[in-house]
């Protein structure tokens, strides 16, 4: 179970599952979270350097996108949302495409994931703007979270494992340990890391929570920016 599986059936029409009532969740694995950059020909150097200057000029900046639902699509329109500014917005079919443009400039602001930017952050391609968890990355702990220039920001995607519904209790239970135990071994912490999962096991009641809020709010923020299923 992830997040763009969570809330399939708020994007398209024809879906055929109920991630509520479909399924049991076993627990959290980790959550992964995507990064806001730029490209060397782009001064601006900071969340708060971006949004001051979306709000000067309104409509200008762009952003490469994934289409909606993608990590990089739920970042930016949360952020357009929270900071209340304008931001363009620019589909791209290759992630490969939206680097080289970035790089060069013909467009002036990315979200990929963390673990697919960081080659070109290292290489100094890419100015890390901030990451889209709560929090800093164990990852890339030298990168800002957006949220610490606006409050209440997250947008990392987030990963659990899900049983049938109406899996035995029992089961679910000698599940949930076993994915800890699994989860918190330091040689799949690092596999974990290497995807751009930060590994972050936790409960039954963690999923589920993890799950409707990451609902709650994306479904509000497709309501709030006029997003229509598919």
């Known amino acids: 179970m992830s997040t763009s599986t969570s809330i399939a059936p708020r994007l398209f ?20 979270p995507n ?5 060397p020909r782009v ?20 952003y490469a996108s994934s289409g909606p639902g993608s990590g990089s699509w739920i970042g930016m329109e949360l952020l357009k949302s929270m900071a209340e500014i304008q931001l363009e917005e620019i589909p791209y079919s290759s992630t490969a495409q939206a680097t080289t443009d970035t790089i060069s400039g ?24 901030g990451v889209t968890s709560a929090r800093r990355s164990p990852s890339a702990p030298d990168i800002p979270a957006i949220a610490e220039t606006v409050p ?13 519904a109406g899996t035995p209790e029992p089961v679910l239970a000698r599940l949930n ?5 699994m989860v918190t071994e330091p040689t ?23 799950m409707l809020a990451g609902m709650r709010r994306l479904t509000a923020l497709m309501d709030r920016i006029g997003h229509l299923p598919r």
């Open 13 to 32: 029409r024809q879906v055929a599952f109920n991630p509520v009532e479909d399924f049991a969740l076993v627990g959290t694995i980790g959550f992964a």
């Open 35 to 39: 990064v806001l950059v730029t490209g």
């Open 43 to 62: 001064t601006i150097g900071s969340i708060t350097e971006l949004i001051a200057e979306a709000k000067k000029a309104p409509g200008r900046l762009r």
């Open 106 to 129: 013909q467009i002036e602001l990315h979200c990929p994931s963390l673990a697919g930017a960081m080659p070109t952050l290292l290489a100094g391609h890419f100015r890390a703007l």
């Open 152 to 164: 209440g920001y997250d947008s990392a995607g987030w990963y659990a494992l899900a049983a049938p």
């Open 177 to 181: 340990t076993e994915l800890q135990a």
């Open 188 to 210: 799949v912490k690092t596999a974990l890391a290497n995807t751009g999962v930060d590994a972050d096991p936790g409960s039954r009641g963690a999923a589920s929570e993890a």
